[in-house]
């Protein structure tokens, strides 16, 4: 079957609709990866889906997929990604796919597909149902595989509350960006005790207020707004699949991320001392300035956190946590990120310890930081252009050292002792990621215009596409 390639991407799959993606083409998407699950053994599955205009009918593409390989599938309807891995434990599923985009724009879809507990394909994976679906190398079943609807919201409520009571009352502001989670996540809250303020949380597949993503400068000046007017104690934003949170606290400060695994990271050493904690390399250097103080062993890794879930079935990682708001509890829930389980652990956290968030924020090291930036470069010359980046940054920085191994993966990371910048290319879309920080206002800007002008210099680097772009002006 012919199939745009470029939308296999490093751990899922996404597409425009009706030019990469349609019904016909996701039927055949589900014939190759339930061909791939039965050549591993795994003759039953679980479907979902979040609220885009096209995913419960690509949703029972993928079904019709799956029976005609023979696969066994329930679907449990429109849920978050979090509960989807959870459902493959609770309903002992080790195979399936979510429909979804994550945080792409509303005209594109596209899927992950699960091929054990809290796994997903990635590289050699994807790549693998790529040329099964394009010589369509099928196995059809000797029957086709039975189907069944099944709800289990309220079993998965049910549990997380009761791993993560909160005894506070929590003023709290939702922010779906008109996502999947705003139909799911104001009730779980209120049912953990929480009072709920719902901002943009009715279901839009058009996403009118634009992509739902809470790494966007628009969307966390957004939450920060109402959490403001609202008095509110905290706010979360969540992406469209809900396994990345953003958050400001009480006194509407931004809270990027990866300043909140530093924080998480002192809730984890708590409950297990001593060991190691994960992150990616676009985290700032207060991660692992707090790992170390709280006397944890910190671990960084590549960017993508199906390649860090990959990693930690290796380095056994009490805890995983990303800039970009993916949350991994290991050794108290699962090896997968839920947005909705890392909501109630940062609640369940504030209350045990008695704390707002913006106190338990001021004990950490403090560095001024930007946002992740992300700047368009067409997916046929980003891996080159980061190659010749890397090659630069020698040149200009010859007395530090320019990481650019396996740990970065798709990119370039440089360490200095008050400051450090991380350039990579995304595995989800034609775009670079920038991040950077330092101690000092002065080393900040002077790295701002550093790579403003660095990126400048090259033609691959599309300035018309964009995110937070204006924190390089």
């Given at each position: 079957m012919q199939i745009n390639p470029h939308i296999f991407r490093g751990y899922d799959l996404r597409g425009v609709v009706n030019k990469d993606l349609n019904p016909e083409i996701v039927e055949h998407l589900g014939r190759a990866h339930g061909t791939y699950m039965k050549r591993h053994n795994i003759t039953k599955a679980i479907v979902s889906r979040d609220c885009r205009a096209t995913s419960q009918e690509y949703s029972e593409a993928m079904t019709r997929g799956f029976s005609w390989a023979g696969i066994d599938t329930i679907d449990i309807g429109m849920n978050l990604i979090g509960t989807f891995y959870w459902a493959q434990y609770f309903l002992?599923?080790?195979?399936?796919?979510?429909?979804?985009?994550?945080?792409?724009?509303?005209?594109?879809?596209?899927?992950?597909?699960?091929?054990?507990?809290?796994?997903?394909?990635?590289?050699?994976?994807?790549?693998?149902?790529r040329r099964l679906t394009e010589i369509e190398d099928y196995e059809q079943g000797e029957r086709p595989g039975s189907v069944e609807k099944r709800d289990i919201?309220?079993?998965?409520?049910?549990?997380?509350?009761?791993r993560l009571p909160i005894r506070k009352k929590f003023k709290v502001v939702i922010d779906?960006?008109?996502?999947?989670?705003?139909?799911?996540?104001?009730?779980?809250?209120?049912?953990?005790?929480?009072?709920?303020?719902?901002?943009?949380?009715?279901i839009n597949p058009t996403f009118p207020l634009g992509t739902s993503d809470p790494t966007e400068m628009a969307v966390v000046l957004r939450l920060k707004k109402k959490v403001l007017e609202?008095?509110?104690?905290?706010?979360?934003?969540?992406?469209?699949?809900?396994?990345?949170?953003?958050?400001?606290?009480?006194?509407?400060?931004?809270?990027?991320?990866?300043?909140?695994?530093?924080?998480?990271?002192?809730?984890?050493?708590?409950?297990?001392?001593?060991?190691?904690?994960?992150?990616?390399?676009?985290?700032?250097r207060v991660v692992s300035d707090t790992i170390i103080k709280y006397g944890g062993e910190p671990f960084m890794w590549r960017t993508g956190h199906s390649f860090l879930k990959k990693k930690n079935q290796e380095v056994k990682a009490a805890f995983i946590g990303e800039l970009s708001g993916h949350f991994f509890f290991s050794a108290d829930f699962y090896n997968h990120?839920?947005?909705l389980y890392s909501t109630l652990r940062l609640l369940h956290y504030l209350s045990r310890t008695n704390q707002?968030?913006?106190?338990?924020?001021?004990?950490?090291?403090?560095?001024?930081?930007?946002p992740e930036i992300k700047i368009g470069s067409p997916d046929e010359v980003k891996v080159g252009l980061m190659a010749r980046i890397a090659q630069k940054l020698r040149i200009d920085f010859p007395d530090t050292e320019v990481i650019d191994d396996?740990?970065?993966?798709?990119?370039?990371?440089?360490?200095?002792?008050?400051?450090?910048?991380?350039?990579?290319?995304?595995?989800?879309?034609?775009?670079?990621?920038?991040k950077f920080e330092a101690k000092t206002l002065e080393k900040y800007n002077k790295l701002k215009n550093y790579i403003n002008k660095l990126l400048h210099s090259y033609k691959e680097v599309n300035w018309s596409y964009g995110v937070n772009v204006e924190s390089l002006e």
């Open positions: 002992d599923r080790r195979g399936g796919a979510y429909i979804t985009a994550s945080h792409n724009p509303a005209e594109y879809n596209g899927a992950k597909f699960a091929i054990d507990f809290s796994e997903t394909l990635v590289s050699d994976g994807i790549q693998e149902l919201k309220q079993e998965y409520f049910n549990d997380i509350i009761r779906s960006g008109n996502s999947t989670a705003g139909a799911i996540a104001p009730e779980l809250l209120r049912l953990a005790g929480c009072e709920v303020v719902e901002s943009n949380c009715a609202e008095k509110a104690d905290i706010g979360f934003s969540y992406d469209a699949d809900g396994d990345r949170i953003g958050i400001v606290d009480d006194q509407g400060n931004i809270i990027w991320n990866d300043v909140l695994v530093a924080l998480f990271a002192i809730d984890i050493l708590h409950e297990h001392p001593g060991e190691k904690i994960m992150f990616n390399t676009l985290c700032s990120d839920d947005g707002s968030l913006s106190g338990a924020l001021a004990n950490l090291p403090q560095y001024i930081s930007s396996e740990r970065a993966g798709d990119g370039v990371r440089l360490d200095m002792p008050d400051s450090m910048f991380v350039i990579r290319y995304s595995q989800n879309g034609p775009y670079l990621t920038i």
